[in-house]
């Protein structure tokens, strides 16, 4: 009798339980017509006043679906704008009370479905949505449901995970705390890659390469002269380092983003970005057997082409191998209102965004058109700050995988410049899993807004050779252009010198 019950028990739990190799990495959200979105085929999730399997049924007698802006329409996002405001929409009202710190692993069931209601709530969807969700989603086709992807990353690692942050060996140059580094190019320039990979390329830590959409590129040119900078570092025949037989640590991202400035796709190139980092981190332990903690990265730092270091990096991964459990992340005042308080959108595909403002979106039928700032509470500590950050690894995991903050970064897809306030509005929810984490807002990384401010060309805010004296205690200046002022760099702070 127990044996019968402890079967059903077992075959109960088996088929409740999606088995790994049935989760489906490509799980392809489709968009529907109108701004819809589908999970499953022929099941799409409309704007409201839109229905029909495809979304191609437009209730005329709904004003918002008539709403232009001069010759664009914009009925999807006025229908849901008004939506949110009838429902009266407030702050992560969806997750609020989720208790998403997997110490215990995630009721799958119910992430899937809260995942639809954020597909129900926040849309109109387009095809850069797809494309994050892609990057952070997982489905289990035999039940259909799509879950994060990478909510269970520290599951069964816990102590790994300690050890990883505790360890205080930072001189250990055998085995050396892995950096994880997020390249974003609008273009290919070589010599422009070049130069920062000599400088900051080491065969033990992980880049991933972005490069704008609108960029045509040539992808086997661009692996073989990253595969020659790895073989140049790596090889060397008469050392025994472990990492000789790394699998490749430099990856070029297939699914590319347009990165419009001002819009949120910044911010989804970049956590993209982040899931590919953690994917480099699984192939890296198959592939070598090494253990997750010496593998494992602990910060991940995003840099621009024309980005130069100022610290030689063997210094800079020693101070942030001594600070494994701290985010650098600029944060103060709140900035302008009018991110927030009126809608932010890009007409197809154009590169700027265009401002609506609450009183024509009134005048559409479009809610009483506010935005996001009625389920924004920014009277919370939130603030903004900069895009620069070198954010540690369990902050990375909790913006890719936790129900909160997907809540979050959806919220400001009509907003302004939200690579400038969605790490830092994140802040509040987090909490870290190996129980304790601090943030600090000096990220020591500078810009030079006094040089030629008014120029409307590469001069604007550009470094000269004059400011290199000034940069002495910071990580990394922003806007060098002139390979003159990134020589003088290289020379004045040791940049290819190892210590
Ligand atoms: C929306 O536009 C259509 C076509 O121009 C028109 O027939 C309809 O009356 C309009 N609906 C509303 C509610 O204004
Ligand atoms: C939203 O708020 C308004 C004004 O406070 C109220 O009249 C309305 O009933 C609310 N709607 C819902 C769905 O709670
Ligand atoms: C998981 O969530 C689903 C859907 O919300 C719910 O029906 C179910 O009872 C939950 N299971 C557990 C074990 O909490
Ligand atoms: C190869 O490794 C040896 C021993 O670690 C070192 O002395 C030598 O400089 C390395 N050569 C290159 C080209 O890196
Ligand atoms: C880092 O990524 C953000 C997107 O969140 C981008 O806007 C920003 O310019 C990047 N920072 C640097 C220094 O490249
Ligand atoms: C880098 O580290 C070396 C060795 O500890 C030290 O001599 C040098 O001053 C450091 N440079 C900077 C910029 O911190």
């Known amino acids: 009798m127990k044996i019968i019950v402890f079967i059903a028990l077992f075959l109960i739990i088996y088929f409740l339980k999606c088995e790994a190799q049935k989760y489906n990495n490509n799980i392809h959200y489709k968009l529907c017509q109108n701004g819809g979105i589908s999970i499953n085929i022929n099941n799409c999730i409309c704007p409201p006043s839109y229905s029909g399997d495809h979304c191609e049924i437009i209730d005329n007698n709904d004003i918002c679906t008539n709403a232009t802006y001069f010759s664009d329409s914009f009925g999807p996002l006025c229908c849901f704008?008004?939506?949110?405001?009838?429902?009266?929409?407030?702050e992560l009202e969806l997750t609020m009370n989720i208790n998403s710190n997997n110490k215990n692993k995630n009721n799958k069931s119910q992430e899937?479905?809260?995942?639809?209601?954020?597909?129900?709530?926040?849309?109109?969807?387009?095809?850069?949505?797809?494309?994050?969700?892609?990057?952070?989603?997982?489905?289990?086709?035999?039940?259909?449901?799509?879950?994060?992807?990478?909510?269970?990353?520290?599951?069964g690692k816990e102590k790994q995970l300690q050890h990883l942050l505790d360890s205080s060996n930072c001189d250990d140059l055998d085995n050396p705390n892995p950096l994880a580094f997020v390249?974003?190019?609008?273009s290919i320039d070589y010599e422009t890659i070049d130069i920062l990979f000599q400088i900051l390329y080491r065969p033990y830590n992980y880049?991933?390469?972005?490069?704008?959409?609108?960029?045509i590129i040539n992808y086997e040119e661009l692996e073989l002269f990253f595969k020659k900078i790895e073989d140049s570092k790596k090889f060397n025949s008469t050392s025994t380092k472990k990492w000789n037989n790394y699998p490749s640590n430099i990856k070029i991202m297939k699914n590319r983003f347009k990165g419009a400035w001002g819009s949120i796709s910044l911010v989804y190139l970049e956590l993209s970005a982040y899931t590919i980092l953690?994917?480099?981190?699984?192939?890296?332990?198959?592939?070598?057997?090494?253990?997750?903690?010496?593998?494992?990265?602990?910060?991940?730092?995003?840099?621009?082409?024309?980005?130069?270091?100022?610290?030689?990096l063997s210094n800079f991964s020693k101070i942030l191998c001594k600070t494994k459990r701290k985010s650098y992340l600029d944060h103060c005042c709140i900035k302008d209102h009018?991110?927030?308080?009126?809608?932010?959108?890009?007409?197809n595909e154009k590169n700027q965004l265009i401002e609506l403002f609450p009183n024509f979106?009134?005048?559409k039928g479009c809610g009483d058109g506010m935005g996001m700032s009625k389920y924004y509470d920014r009277k919370k500590v939130y603030g903004d700050g900069s895009q620069w950050k070198f954010l540690n690894v369990e902050y990375v995991k909790y913006l890719i995988s936790d129900l909160k903050s997907l809540e979050r970064l959806l919220t400001f897809k009509f907003s302004f410049i939200p690579d400038e306030s969605f790490f830092q509005s994140s802040k509040i929810y987090f909490e870290s899993n190996s129980g304790?984490?601090?943030?600090?807002?000096?990220?020591?990384?500078?810009?030079?807004?006094?040089?030629?401010?008014?120029?409307?060309d590469h001069t604007r805010y550009a470094v000269e050779l004059k400011d290199i004296p000034n940069l002495h205690g910071l990580y990394f200046v922003r806007k060098v252009y002139l390979k003159e002022v990134k020589d003088a760099i290289i020379k004045e702070f040791n940049l290819l010198t190892e210590y």
């Open 183 to 186: 390249l974003i190019l609008s």
């Open 207 to 215: 880049y991933v390469i972005h490069v704008d959409e609108n960029s």
């Open 436 to 456: 304790y984490h601090s943030f600090e807002i000096d990220t020591k990384r500078m810009t030079m807004f006094e040089n030629n401010p008014e120029a409307r």
């Open 81 to 90: 704008s008004k939506l949110r405001d009838n429902i009266n929409l407030s």
């Open 361 to 363: 979106m009134k005048e």
């Open 338 to 347: 009018f991110r927030f308080d009126r809608n932010w959108i890009q007409f």
């Open 112 to 155: 899937n479905e809260i995942i639809n209601e954020l597909l129900k709530t926040y849309g109109p969807w387009e095809e850069k949505d797809v494309k994050l969700l892609d990057y952070l989603l997982i489905s289990c086709s035999e039940k259909g449901e799509n879950y994060l992807k990478y909510s269970d990353y520290f599951y």
């Open 278 to 312: 953690f994917d480099m981190v699984d192939e890296r332990i198959k592939s070598t057997g090494e253990s997750f903690e010496t593998t494992q990265w602990s910060h991940v730092i995003n840099l621009s082409g024309n980005d130069m270091p100022t610290i030689p």
